[in-house]
């Protein structure tokens, strides 16, 4: 019995061990199996702790057919071109409603790699994404995500396929991140972009270990805080929007940085033992808000114990020679190399520090000197004058001209005749085509003015805004004060007339040239006054495509609209639309017009007028004459006082009229001048005083809205271009 028992027993811990065992060995398997995984893998994406079940690459199997029951991630912020996870790009109107780009379509590509460089770096960012979706380059992305995952590790941890790694890798190697950083941000954002790309690789070049990041990627304290336990250096490439604000992509650090300075928590001395160095892109034109990024970050950092090894260097737009940003980058980099290599640095003078909004920065010797003239193109008159600027800033008292020597040629160029020391006039083209019977601009078909006895001037070449599409190509002077000799306004007045009609009979061989025309061009009748920016009614449009100087722009604006509604007189808003930048946001327009309540609207396709450093445009942003119409039709629908009363369509413009102009059977937008010119005379003579309707005049059949001649006066000849256009007087 007793045998028996511990038989029993026996065989159970005998069946016990026997499980333990298989049980033992199946562990030990897993784990080397798991672990033989894991090396393979490691390999494979160059050392990245990413189990192979979380990272998807595209592999092309199917042959794009977006017909089938699939949907498609895509990157959806282009307002022209969208990438789909497939690696087509096309045409927005050519996504299907699964979100992928219709494969049969005419204009959509696969793997397209347009605008992209062998580095890797694309002025496309919908193209940027097509091509790194290709199967092919799966090998070089491997090694990004291996240098990523060292320094990066949330932000490769968040990444799960091909298809959000190209987003990520995108949006830091293409020149144009959306198109809504556009203007000053964008231009400023690639300039940025390119200094980086050359600084990294002249490191490279020189067998140091350096990496180029954007600082919408980094962790600042795992960052920072690295940096200072390696000993390495940080620099920084960083630009200023034009209301003093960082970047999309730097407004995470910036703020973090600002925070952690601001923090009582935080030890003073929190970054000591950090080293960096800083190099700022900015535009002196902007006053106080002139590399105010770049000051902020240099002092948030030193103020927390951080230590700069070559002084903050801040490149001024206006004023440094050379494209995108390059003017003092040179002289920066060649003492941060010196202090790499040990080399004793040519440094600057020291620089005396500025209080801006109660807080010392340090400023660069050219920043605060009223005196300075202010350009976007022609940077060499900075070192042409240096020796007038120097004498300018020792007799405070003395105020310069306006008119450089430089400035002057420059503008001469464009068909201006200067006058005095700030203004000018040109010969529009409109002028030269009524001369000549092949009809006048919108202004003669909204309101009778005769384009050939108009005379277009401005009485002041400084402007306060620097516009996208600058049709002077960023010629002018530009600021907030004025701070140039001032001339007398009957001095202005009288050489703009004699300057215009010289011009006027300058023209007089020119073959078509009518006579009586002719004699009417030498009695001026109207004056057509260029004044500031661009008409755009929009907050954030104005911001973008103006780029304003004045940080309160916007309350400005709506200061001047408000004072509009009490004037008595004729008033009117002008809109200029420019395609894919300000053609939405109906019910913001029809707000401000409630608030200005004027007589007409003028609703206008921007003009195409070249390219220079800083326009942006191209013939793309020009609206079809249809697009501007269907604009204002749905504008008019919010405006229950308004209708559109009359269109110009070789101007590629429409009128919108207050419904108090539509009276005896018909639209009167038209102006009597007789009566005008008597009216004033009496209010002169007893201060009887009249409104506009006083003085209004029927609008002719031929300028209606809707009539076959679409705003062209039919007793002129309309002349049909086959060559390029003539784009002069824009």
């Not at 003669?444 to 402007?463: D, K, N, Q, V, W």
């Not at 001048?673 to 029927?698: I, M, N, W």
Request: aromatic share 10%.
């Amino acid at each position: 019995m007793v045998t028996k028992v511990i038989v029993r027993f026996l065989k159970k811990r005998i069946v016990l061990a026997l499980i333990f065992g298989v049980s033992l060995l199946y562990c030990l398997s897993s784990l080397l199996t798991e672990d033989s995984l894991s090396v393979e893998t490691n390999e494979t994406l160059g050392k990245i702790s990413l189990p192979p079940s979380s990272f998807k690459w595209h592999v092309d199997k199917e042959k794009g057919n977006s017909s089938a029951p699939v949907s498609c991630r895509n990157s959806v912020q282009g307002k022209v071109l969208v990438a789909d996870d497939r690696g087509y790009v096309c045409q927005r109107s050519e996504v299907a409603s699964n979100g992928c780009c219709i494969a049969e379509a005419s204009s959509t590509r696969r793997y397209c790699c347009d605008t992209c460089q062998p580095n890797g770096c694309c002025s496309i960012y919908e193209y940027c994404i097509s091509c790194c979706m290709h199967p092919q380059k799966i090998t070089i992305l491997q090694k990004i995500l291996g240098k990523a995952s060292d320094t990066f590790k949330m932000l490769v941890a968040s990444i799960t396929d091909h298809f959000e790694l190209c987003l990520t890798k995108c949006r830091t190697s293409s020149d144009v991140l959306s198109k809504n950083s556009a203007g000053s941000e964008w231009r400023i954002s690639r300039c940025t972009m390119i200094l980086s790309e050359k600084l990294t690789a002249e490191l490279d070049a020189l067998d140091y270990d350096v990496e180029m990041v954007n600082l919408k990627h980094v962790q600042p304290e795992e960052c920072l805080l690295g940096q200072v336990k390696a000993k390495g250096l940080c620099i920084f490439i960083v630009s200023t929007y034009v209301d003093g604000s960082p970047p999309d992509e730097a407004t995470w650090f910036y703020d973090w940085l600002k925070d952690t300075y601001a923090d009582f928590r935080v030890q003073k001395c929190y970054l000591q033992g950090l080293s960096y160095a800083i190099y700022g892109l900015g535009d002196s034109a902007y006053g106080d808000c002139y590399n105010k990024v770049a000051k902020d970050i240099d002092f948030w950092l030193s103020k927390l114990h951080a230590t700069p090894v070559v002084p903050l260097c801040l490149n001024d737009e206006s004023h440094d020679e050379g494209k995108y940003g390059t003017g003092k980058f040179p002289g920066w980099k060649d003492e941060v190399l010196a202090y790499l290599e040990g080399r004793p640095s040519i440094t600057t003078q020291p620089r005396e520090a500025t209080i801006v909004d109660n807080v010392a920065y340090e400023s660069s010797s050219d920043e605060g000197e009223p005196e300075l003239i202010d350009l976007e193109d022609l940077g060499n008159v900075r070192s042409a004058n240096k020796s007038k600027e120097s004498k300018t800033v020792q007799n405070s008292e003395a105020r310069p001209d306006m008119l450089t020597p430089l400035l002057r040629q420059s503008l001469g160029k464009q068909g201006y005749r200067l006058i005095g020391s700030h203004s000018g006039v040109k010969l529009c083209r409109w002028t030269k085509a009524m001369l000549r019977g092949r009809g006048g601009c919108y202004k003669h078909t909204f309101y009778g003015i005769e384009s050939h006895r108009c005379m277009e001037a401005t009485p002041s070449l400084a402007c306060a805004n620097k516009c996208v599409f600058c049709w002077r190509h960023h010629t002018n002077p530009v600021g907030t004060e004025w701070k140039w000799n001032m001339d007398s306004p009957e001095m202005i007045v009288d050489n703009a007339l004699k300057n215009h009609y010289k011009m006027i009979k300058e023209f007089k061989g020119v073959p078509g040239v009518l006579r009586e025309r002719l004699e009417e061009g030498l009695r001026a009748r109207h004056c057509a006054l260029s004044l500031v920016g661009e008409p755009i009614i929009s907050r954030e449009a104005l911001k973008r495509i103006d780029r304003p100087l004045f940080p309160d722009f916007w309350q400005r604006f709506q200061d001047s609209l408000s004072t509009l509604a009490d004037k008595g007189q004729r008033t009117v808003y002008r809109l200029t639309l420019v395609k894919e930048w300000n053609m939405d946001e109906m019910q913001g327009y029809a707000n401000l017009v409630a608030l200005g309540k004027p007589d007409f609207i003028e609703v206008k396709g921007v003009t195409y007028c070249g390219d220079s450093k800083g326009a942006r445009l191209t013939m793309s942003n020009v609206p079809w004459h249809e697009e501007v119409l269907s604009f204002v039709e749905q504008l008019v629908a919010l405006l229950p006082d308004y209708s559109i009363a009359s269109e110009h369509e070789h101007s590629n413009c429409a009128l919108i009229a207050h419904n108090k102009f539509r009276f005896d059977g018909q639209w009167n937008t038209w102006i009597d001048y007789e009566r005008f010119h008597e009216l004033v005379q009496r209010f002169y003579q007893t201060g009887e005083s009249f409104t506009s309707l006083d003085y209004a005049a029927p609008l002719p059949h031929w300028a209606v809205f809707g009539a076959k001649e679409r705003g062209f006066d039919p007793s002129d000849t309309r002349m049909l271009r086959r060559s390029k256009k003539d784009i002069s007087g824009c």
